[in-house]
């Protein structure tokens, strides 16, 4: 379901050899910060926390922060209730809804949005079915979709598209994939006719070849909240301190992220030092040299303060509504507690 962070197998290392010294010496160690798990997702819209740990920024909240990382949003949600992970960054999934409604799981501010003005997601199709007419998003009418798992945005995002054009949602074919690997695989064979993803992902698949870009996610959901900031409804209620140092050092790694990617308002020198940083976890399989323009052209606007946009919050949850996703009874206080950052 999920792993453990280089970082996190060091940390627990030096977790044990710090139990087994003060088992021999008979005292009590006492840790002057406290341990944080973050989930983690290998994407640039990840950067604030990375940018957070390797600046210090979580360390001056007295917090130390260990990363686990996960393939998608369903399961950090579920290890979020599980107590797991204290805090995650990712899409609104229908499990987090399900969760919520349990009483075991709160959004608590906002992530990444699409703007206008900033290049947002992609509409992508497979050269086969751009070939055999699929031009625009009103030609999917009929085709087949890519998602990960029923629930998850990518399933919000082909809906919305679908409602927009006028055509039934049923007659867009979606194809469970559980895995983006799995998704971009099937979009270059042609095995799957589109797909919407990150603009850095899907720059690289339109230089391929194998791929078109068709439309854009902005022109079809106003102002997409497309992920959230997360924690237990224990963390929330119980420990309020700790989840407002969390979105502290969480804040100010959305500042230096928005600076050195999206604004460009930092220095290239600093820029390129915020760029290996993210490296670390995103693309790390690539060389610096091959990861830092992927890193760069996925940069969209992460909000300021992890400032929270309900209305787009509200109508995702009522859209897992209409799909029986999750019970009708499910309520935005159930969802959301709006205590801890500013909402709009």
């Given at each position: 379901?999920?792993?453990?962070t280089?970082?996190?197998l060091?940390?627990?290392?030096?977790?044990?050899?710090?139990?087994a010294g003060?088992?021999?010496?008979?005292t009590v160690?006492a840790?002057?910060?406290d341990?944080?798990n973050?989930?983690?997702?290998?994407?640039?819209?990840h950067?604030?926390?990375?940018?957070?740990?390797a600046?210090?920024y979580f360390?001056?909240?007295?917090?130390?922060?260990?990363?686990?990382?996960?393939?998608a949003a369903?399961?950090?949600?579920?290890?979020?209730a599980?107590?797991?992970?204290d805090?995650?960054?990712?899409a609104?999934?229908?499990?987090?809804?399900?969760?919520a409604?349990?009483?075991v799981i709160?959004?608590?501010?906002?992530?990444l949005?699409e703007y206008?003005?900033?290049?947002?997601?992609?509409i992508?199709?497979?050269?086969?079915a751009h070939d055999d007419?699929?031009?625009t998003?009103?030609?999917l009418k009929?085709r087949?979709?890519g998602?990960?798992?029923t629930?998850s945005?990518f399933?919000y995002?082909?809906?919305?598209?679908?409602d927009?054009e006028?055509f039934?949602r049923?007659e867009?074919h979606?194809k469970p994939?559980q895995?983006?690997p799995a998704?971009?695989?099937?979009?270059k064979?042609g095995?799957?006719?589109?797909w919407?993803?990150?603009?850095?992902?899907a720059?690289?698949?339109?230089?391929?070849?194998?791929?078109v870009?068709?439309?854009?996610v902005?022109?079809?959901?106003?102002?997409?909240?497309?992920?959230?900031v997360f924690?237990s409804?224990a963390?929330?209620?119980?420990?309020?301190?700790?989840?407002?140092r969390f979105?502290?050092?969480?804040?100010?790694?959305v500042?230096d992220?928005?600076?050195?990617?999206?604004?460009?308002t930092m220095?290239?020198?600093e820029?390129?030092?915020?760029?290996?940083?993210i490296?670390e976890?995103?693309?790390a399989?690539?060389?610096?040299?091959?990861?830092?323009?992927?890193?760069?052209?996925?940069?969209m606007r992460i909000?300021?303060?992890?400032?929270?946009?309900?209305?787009?919050v509200?109508d995702q949850l009522e859209?897992?509504?209409s799909?029986?996703?999750?019970?009708?009874?499910?309520s935005?206080?159930?969802l959301v507690?709006?205590s801890?950052?500013?909402?709009?």
């Open positions: 379901m999920f792993s453990i280089r970082r996190r060091g940390g627990l290392a030096l977790s044990g050899a710090l139990a003060t088992m021999m010496s008979g160690m840790s002057a910060a341990t944080i973050v989930g983690l997702l290998s994407l640039t819209s950067s604030p926390s990375i940018i957070a740990e600046r210090g360390a001056d909240q007295d917090l130390d922060v260990e990363f686990v990382s996960f393939q369903q399961p950090m949600a579920v290890a979020i599980s107590g797991d992970v805090f995650g960054v990712t609104i999934s229908g499990g987090l809804v399900s969760l409604e349990k009483g709160k959004i608590i501010g906002g992530a949005q206008p003005d900033i290049d947002g997601q992609k992508l199709v497979s050269k086969a007419g699929v031009t998003p009103a030609d009929g087949t979709y998602i990960t798992t629930g945005s399933h995002m082909a809906h919305k598209i679908a927009k006028g039934d049923a867009l979606l994939m895995k983006v998704v971009i695989a099937s979009l064979s095995q799957i006719d589109a919407s993803i990150v603009p850095n992902i720059g690289a698949l339109t230089k391929g070849g194998e791929v870009e068709i439309g854009k902005a022109d079809y959901i106003d102002n997409y909240q497309v992920t959230t924690t409804t963390n929330a209620g119980d420990k309020p301190d700790l989840v407002k979105l502290a050092g969480f804040a100010k790694g500042d992220y928005n600076a050195a990617l999206v604004d460009k220095s290239e020198e820029t390129a030092e915020i760029v290996a940083m490296h976890y995103v693309y399989d690539q060389p610096l040299e091959k990861a830092d323009p992927r890193i760069r052209a996925g940069a909000n300021a303060n992890a400032k929270l946009n309900l209305e787009s509200r859209w897992f509504k799909e029986g996703l999750v019970p009708e009874t499910a935005m206080d159930n507690d709006a801890f950052v500013e909402t709009f």
